[in-house]
């Protein structure tokens, strides 16, 4: 097959990099690509769904990856199949499962799928009047695309009542026009993904990721700091009853709502003492969890997206190796706040010379044969090992042979499953 993946950042650099190691791909387009992608596939720039249109005729290609979630929600893939263009990723109205937090409770509803208690709303004096008869914690959401952004826990009511008059006044524009506020979850965040060929899905593995900047999960929430799989409390009565009681409903309901889901399911769950529940869902894979995804995957990624895509995906869940994979994010210095671009770093292929490691770019460009850092999270550091505590060493062995003094790293990713790992032994 002849793919075009669609992005540029570290998730596609993943997706392209489990692409061109498929034994069904022949050849890897990537739109718009990075400096790091350019070694693997053929990076073009298509602007625009016209564009990519007729790129996908030029050149015969067989299947479009959408990495990104905005394209997905904008109908990119509702445009490719019009096209009689085969895509793994869903229509702009399944997409909804993202792009409408609101539309996700609802279904959730409606389908008896586990989830926090919640209301919607589209007005401030309906919100607090909701508030008012909830217990604190709560959160509070802006329903549509903020960029990882419009999620906001409250302590206190005041704090409430203010995150609620910000969001009504426009703080994340169209995306907060309405909002949700759902009820505080408390145990352990699990990220779970399935594939999806609009009739059924199977499971493709889990990860948990860190999303504060700072060691200890501590200070701003960022895209994430980093990854690691498979995660401890993963055992297979809980992905069993993940599959069961989360996933397997969705796509059904999906179907019965006349929105079929074609592409990855991405659940962000809280695992509580009454077991899954539902945060959000994703429609695409993680960033960077796909980067701990594709380490460990030992199949055919290619022939899978394609079966995904065209609705015939095998009964048998995809291979994975028994290692663990740990993605180490590193970021320019001042991120998730202002950065600078355009700083030099060297030494990525010492660090790649190590056994089990491949690092992933996120943000980079490459210029005059050098490897230029050109976004917030730049590098996305990852190794195989053993168990958990190997593929953490190697992976930060690899963090020190590059030479980046503009960036950082968090230096404790996967602590919490190295602190399971060595109380178990
Ligand atoms: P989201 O963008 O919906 O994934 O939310 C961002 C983060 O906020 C999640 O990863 C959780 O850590 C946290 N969060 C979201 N919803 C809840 C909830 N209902 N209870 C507790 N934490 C939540
Ligand atoms: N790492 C979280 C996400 O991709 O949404």
Redesign the pocket.
């Known amino acids: 097959m002849q793919i075009l993946v669609v992005g540029s950042g570290g998730r596609e650099h993943a997706l392209c990099y489990g692409l061109v190691r498929s034994s069904s791909v022949k050849k890897v387009y990537c739109s718009p690509g990075n400096g790091g992608i350019a070694e693997q596939a053929e990076c073009v720039t298509l602007e625009g769904d016209d564009a990519i249109v007729t790129f996908c005729r030029d050149k015969a290609i067989d299947l479009v990856v959408v990495g990104p979630e905005q394209p997905l929600v904008d109908g990119l893939a509702d445009r490719l199949r019009e096209a009689g263009i085969c895509v793994f990723g869903p229509s702009a109205a399944a997409a909804q499962l993202e792009g409408s937090k609101g539309f996700t409770k609802d279904i959730c509803q409606k389908y008896s799928i586990p989830t926090?208690a919640y209301g919607r709303f589209d007005n401030a004096a309906d919100a607090k009047e909701y508030l008012g008869k909830q217990s604190m914690p709560i959160?509070i959401?802006a329903d549509g695309l903020a960029a990882?952004k419009?999620?906001v826990?409250a302590a206190r009511r005041r704090e409430a009542e203010r995150v609620i008059d910000e969001m009504f006044d426009g703080k994340f524009g169209d995306a907060s026009r309405e909002i949700v506020i759902?009820?505080?979850?408390e145990g352990e965040?699990i990220s779970f993904f399935a594939l999806c060929d609009g009739e059924t899905a199977v499971e493709f593995g889990s990860a948990q990721d860190h999303?504060a900047v700072g060691e200890g999960d501590t200070g701003p929430n960022t895209g994430g700091m980093g990854t690691y799989a498979p995660a401890p409390i993963m055992t297979p009565a809980l992905r069993k009853q993940i599959m069961q009681e989360v996933i397997l409903p969705t796509v059904k309901a999906m179907k019965a709502e006349g929105m079929p889901f074609h592409g990855v399911l991405f659940a962000?769950l809280?695992i509580t003492r009454d077991g899954p529940q539902l945060?959000?869902f994703n429609v695409r894979f993680g960033d960077p969890e796909a980067q701990v995804l594709m380490m460990r995957l030992d199949d055919d990624l290619g022939q899978l997206l394609y079966q995904a895509a065209s609705g015939k995906l095998p009964a048998n869940p995809p291979q994975f190796r028994d290692e663990a994979a740990v993605c180490v994010v590193m970021a320019a210095n001042g991120y998730p706040g202002a950065y600078e671009k355009g700083s030099e770093i060297r030494h990525i292929d010492e660090a790649e010379a190590l056994p089990g490691v491949k690092v992933f770019h996120a943000g980079t460009q490459a210029k005059d044969g050098k490897v230029l850092a050109a976004g917030g999270r730049v590098l996305g550091v990852t190794a195989l090992g053993g168990n958990v505590l190997e593929a953490q060493t190697q992976a930060y062995a690899a963090v020190d042979k590059i030479d980046w003094p503009e960036g950082f790293c968090r230096r404790d990713i996967a602590w919490r499953a190295v602190k399971t790992l060595k109380a178990a032994s």
């Open positions: 926090g959160v959401k990882g419009g999620v826990i759902e009820e505080f979850l965040e999303k962000g809280m945060i959000e």
